[in-house]
């Protein structure tokens, strides 16, 4: 009899602890004390922005407590996909992700909320219809990005007499950003039918790239205006190809690029580059209050868009000595 006794108040007292929620811990990572893993996976380290991008996550993790698995794919669709998937085995509460391209992530973002793990995208987006293989979007509008440069040359070209000349060094092919920014200036541009794109091809984000593409811009375009760069480090590669062959860069040919980093912000205050469109890589803080959030079951928005502007010259040189990055 006494046995039995103590069976039934062991097992009733276990069970007013769990429903007060003192013996057990949420499964994802909800428990008080329970520090909440996430799986970051990296587009890679092709740009300043992105040396910028992966800090802020990484000190944003620290700040935020959380235990932060991170993993850069040299700008590889296979490798990111491959993090995902170890992520998913180890069982990380969240997974976050930059997507490199847009398409080809259905497959893996299913195996995600298959295993009931949340997935949130940062910086760039997927062209996925089932919106729910991820809780929100955190970043820019990469669109409004590319239509405040062609906006700046529709302005800078008022009185510019004859056809002016447009080479395009594109961001990575498929990525959001070429994307999106490509559409945004194509269509501020139809405002002055003076502007044409005489020449596009992609950099791959990368300085190396924006030198590659404007030495054979230069080599078989004999008249170049302006460069419309998809970002800060392609520009400053087309800057390295413009004084190689003798020409003036932000005088003989003008040159707007997207990011405002350091470097190119340094670039346009010398003048060697007319105007930038700011994109913020400070993404981590709001990236980590975002986890939290979909962990603690709160609705979130679908999309996190970040706030930015653009420089001139003046402007660059003002801002230059308290900019983050
Ligand atoms: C934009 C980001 C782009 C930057 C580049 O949010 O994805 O990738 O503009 C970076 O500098 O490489």
Not at 116 to 128: E, H
Request: glycine share 10%; net charge neutral; with cysteine.
């Amino acid at each position: 009899m006494f046995k039995k006794t103590l069976i039934a108040v062991m097992a009733a007292s276990a069970l007013a602890l769990t429903a007060c929620g003192g013996g057990t811990q949420a499964a994802s990572g909800g428990g008080a004390d329970k520090k909440i893993v996430m799986g970051f996976a990296q587009v890679g380290a092709e740009s300043g922005w992105r040396t910028a991008n992966t800090k802020s996550v990484q000190e944003s993790a620290k700040t935020a407590g959380v235990d932060l698995k991170f993993s850069d794919a040299q700008q590889k669709q296979e490798n990111q996909i491959k993090a995902i998937r170890s992520y998913i085995q180890q069982k990380v509460d969240v997974i976050a992700f930059s997507p490199v391209v847009e398409s080809g992530w259905d497959t893996v973002l299913k195996e995600a909320k298959d295993a009931k793990i949340p997935v949130i995208l940062t910086d760039r987006a997927v062209d996925s219809a089932d919106k729910s293989l991820y809780k929100t979007f955190l970043g820019s509008d990469f669109v409004l990005e590319g239509k405040k440069a062609g906006e700046w040359l529709v302005g800078d070209s008022k009185s510019a007499s004859g056809t002016v000349n447009i080479v395009e060094i594109q961001g990575t092919t498929g990525s959001a950003p070429a994307n999106d920014r490509k559409q945004g200036f194509e269509e501020a541009i139809k405002a002055d039918p003076k502007l044409k794109i005489i020449a596009s091809q992609s950099g791959d984000f990368t300085r190396s790239g924006g030198k590659q593409v404007m030495e054979a811009f230069l080599k078989n375009n004999p008249k170049i205006d302006v460069v419309f760069a998809h970002n800060d480090d392609e520009g400053l590669g087309a800057i390295e190809a413009i004084e190689a062959a003798g020409k003036v860069p932000g005088k003989d040919i003008k040159i707007i690029t997207i990011d405002a980093v350091k470097d190119g912000m340094t670039a346009l205050s010398a003048g060697k580059i007319n105007y930038i469109v700011e994109c913020s890589p400070l993404l981590g803080t709001q990236l980590m209050d975002l986890a939290k959030k979909v962990l603690a079951g709160e609705t979130v928005p679908e999309r996190v868009v970040t706030e930015e502007t653009t420089f001139t010259q003046e402007q660059a040189t003002k801002a230059l000595p308290t900019r983050q990055y």
